[in-house]
């Protein structure tokens, strides 16, 4: 995805336990999502995010002590190697330290087929890109 001048690095988060997890390739979108919720780590694709979760194929470090404790997961639905649908899938899916957290989509397409392939692959929630204060407010309201 074009984040335009900007630069898609991944950013660190300054807490050791966040509470969300936002995956998405766009730096613009990971800082917006990073300043709404207090305790957030960001990773710039799903690959990444399963890597920082212990949940990479070579990953020899699977369980439930080495795996971050999240309240939420965001997941930006266009992004280049792994789609967000085929991480949301693998959470819920393949990973059973994953299926009671929830998982929100965003994408700027709204098509109502992809929204409902997603919801019936464990998404709690369908954002429509660009992410509003309000949608973080509802996203706050669905965390354990």
Known sequence: ????????????????????LLVD?????RKLIE???????????GVNALEYLGLAD?????????????????IDYEMPRMNGYELLKKLKQ???LMEDVPVAVMA????PTLVKKCIEAGAVMFISKPVKEVDVEKLKTLMK
């Not at 995805?1 to 969300?20: L, N, Q, T, W």
């Not at 300043?35 to 694709?45: I, K, M, N, V, W």
């Not at 070579?58 to 965001?74: A, F, R, V, W």
């Not at 700027?108 to 098509?111: G, H, L, R, Y």
């Open 1 to 20: 995805m074009d984040c335009g001048p900007y630069s898609c690095k991944p950013i660190r988060a300054f807490v050791e336990h966040p509470h969300v």
């Open 35 to 45: 300043l709404l919720f207090t305790e957030c780590a960001c990773r710039d694709g």
């Open 58 to 74: 070579d990953d020899q470090s699977l369980g439930e002590y080495n795996t971050p404790k999240m309240k939420m997961i965001c």
């Open 108 to 111: 700027s397409d709204n098509d």
């Open 25 to 29: 390739d766009c730096e613009i979108t």
């Open 94 to 96: 393949e990973s059973p």
